[in-house]
């Protein structure tokens, strides 16, 4: 039977995903602050476990982590998920604030959780696991007023890219999956201020589709590896130049 743990899985794509593999009949740790949704999650989902934690408190997330290997000895994927938006403005206009809760939660946090996952990983028997970071479009190009958002998924990309090469001698796999505009409470908030500006509603996908994504990037076997894939609305203006 295979484990699992996903981040920000109280809402969104993480929801949507661990109810994905849960259907898929995968054990699921469900990692977020939100007590109330876990709890309320996993006493729908036999499969599922609730873990309570701040992603970008390394003891939180070692706790975590270690709860999960309690109940579960192995962990065959960790969906590198949780993430925020910043507010948008001018770099001149950004609370400073704003860029350290960024680089928290966007870039410290999935750090911090792929070093659980690899470390566990590492010394299972037998050896191996995958990991799959949430990127984003913005890994590639920007929207306006997005500075902090951008850097951190930039940083992503990176982090990515280390992982599957220090994951090589210990049959650890890691791809990235970058999404434009599923639709979630987040995007419905993008939403709402394009519509508040009087701009164009952006387009979006379902976000089941990323569910079913996820789910197959996980599926394979370790000898393979989809490293990045992007999923988008087709309509969107991500290729092309003016």
């Known amino acids: 039977m295979k484990t699992a743990i996903v981040t920000g899985a109280s809402g969104g794509i993480g929801r949507a995903v661990a109810e994905r593999l849960l259907g898929a009949g995968w054990q699921v740790g469900l990692m977020a602050r939100r ?9 729908q989902h036999p499969g599922a ?17 270690a709860g999960f290997a309690a109940r579960h000895p192995r962990l065959d994927l960790l969906f ?6 910043t507010p948008p403005a ?18 410290t946090g999935m750090f911090l959780c792929a070093r659980a996952a690899f470390g566990a990983m590492r010394r299972q028997t037998p050896q191996g696991g995958r990991i799959i970071n949430n990127g984003s479009i913005s890994a590639h190009v920007p929207r306006e007023g997005s500075v902090t958002y951008t850097a951190t998924k930039h940083g992503v990309t990176g982090l990515t890219r ?15 999956i970058d999404i434009g505009n599923a639709r979630t409470e987040m995007v419905e908030a993008m939403i709402a201020r394009s519509r508040a500006a009087g701009l164009p509603e952006p387009y979006t996908i379902d976000v089941g589709l990323v569910a079913d994504a996820v789910l197959a990037m996980a599926s394979l076997p370790l000898a393979a590896n989809v490293q990045f894939q992007t999923l988008m609305a087709t309509r ?5 130049r003016g």
Do not use: H
Not at 50 to 64: K, R, S, Y
Not at 162 to 176: E, K, T, W
């Open 90 to 107: 001018p770099i001149d206009e950004i609370p400073v604030a704003d860029w350290m809760q960024a680089v928290g939660v966007n870039l």
């Open 80 to 85: 590198n998920n949780a993430g925020i938006f």
């Open 236 to 240: 969107m203006p991500y290729i092309g």
């Open 162 to 176: 280390s992982l599957s090469l220090d994951g090589r001698p210990f049959d650890i796999a890691c791809g990235q």
């Open 35 to 43: 007590e109330g949704k876990l709890q309320a999650m996993a006493a």
């Open 49 to 65: 476990m609730a873990l309570v934690a701040d992603v970008t408190d390394p003891a939180q997330v070692e706790a975590a982590f």
